[in-house]
């Protein structure tokens, strides 16, 4: 098993896992408002923190089995070495990309919020450690792309 699949393999089960999580939360909420009367008062929360992560890491994993949306009307029309150059060239700016607004921009968020002790209303959870995924999905997805990379140029 290679690296990356072991990878997808991580991935794809932590998204079960918050999508499981998320569903019992939500059902939980729906309980406690309805059927109790009084609603819980962390669940709306939680929910909020984990769409973001299973978004976020789900751009990740898409990303990484290359099921994201592409228009290609260009691209089929190209000789094959001119479709690899633009292919690589593509990688490489989803890696810029990645690298500017998730990996840099989202440290400089984990950090801003830890050095200021920023906490989750209901939860009391620090909301660095909620922000983390934001970077998290960036390395992520430069790992992807750069294996990607690594596979145009070596593929005939």
Known sequence: MTIREKIDKILGSALVIIMAVMVI???WQVFTRYIIGTPSSFTDEL?????????????????????????????????PATQKKLKVFVLLLIILFALCALVIGGFRLVYITYILGQHSPALQ???????????LTGLLIIYYKIDDILQTKHSN
């Not at 890491?57 to 000789?79: F, R």
């Not at 959870?125 to 970077?135: C, E």
Request: net charge positive; aromatic share 10%; glycine share 6%.
């Open 25 to 27: 939360n939500v059902l």
């Open 125 to 135: 959870i620090p909301l660095s450690v909620v922000y983390f995924v934001i970077p």
């Open 47 to 79: 929910a909020r923190y984990l769409m973001i992560w299973v978004g976020l890491l789900g751009a990740a994993y898409v990303s990484g089995k290359n099921m994201h949306v592409a228009i290609d009307i260009i691209t089929p029309k190209l000789k």
